[in-house]
Nanobody, 125 residues
Framework: VQLEESGGGLVQAGGSLRLSCKVS????????MGWFRQAPGKERDVVAA????????HYADSVRGRFTISRDAGKNAVYLQMNSLKSEDTAVYYCAADRIRDGQLRTRADDYDYWGQGAQVTVSS
């Protein structure tokens, strides 16, 4: 499984960006899809995660109400809509996928097997 992110860039505080993650093969139902971010000198943390089949979603407290994760099964793609961006959202954003056998949504980076190359998001204040 290969993942490719797009849509990063530079935006002013208060603005919006949408990240896209294209998956190289059809996603089966038992997949957890996640968006993570990593700022310089910091850990890679979950931003949002989505259970592909039941659509259950998880958000980090810092982005809840501002970011939305979604998917398009026909396009084998996952999206992260980011609104009301803040300077502290600046980071490299990664798309991740994990085939789950227990039906549980994954929210830790260590649980994910497949990763994209990352997309830089810079929010200027």
């Amino acid at each position: 499984v290969q993942l490719e992110e797009s849509g990063g860039g530079l935006v002013q505080a208060g603005g919006s960006l949408r990240l896209s993650c294209k998956v190289s093969e059809p996603i089966r139902s038992a997949y957890s899809m996640g968006w993570f971010r990593q700022a310089p000198g910091k850990e890679r943390d979950v931003v949002a995660a989505l259970h592909w089949s039941d659509m259950y979603q998880h958000y980090a407290d810092s982005v809840r109400g501002r970011f939305t994760i979604s998917r398009d099964a026909g396009k084998n793609a996952v999206y992260l809509q980011m609104n009301s961006l803040k300077s502290e959202d600046t980071a490299v954003y990664y798309c991740a996928a994990d085939r789950i056998r227990d039906g549980q949504l994954r929210t830790r980076a260590d649980d994910y097997d497949y990763w994209g190359q990352g997309a830089q998001v810079t929010v200027s204040s």
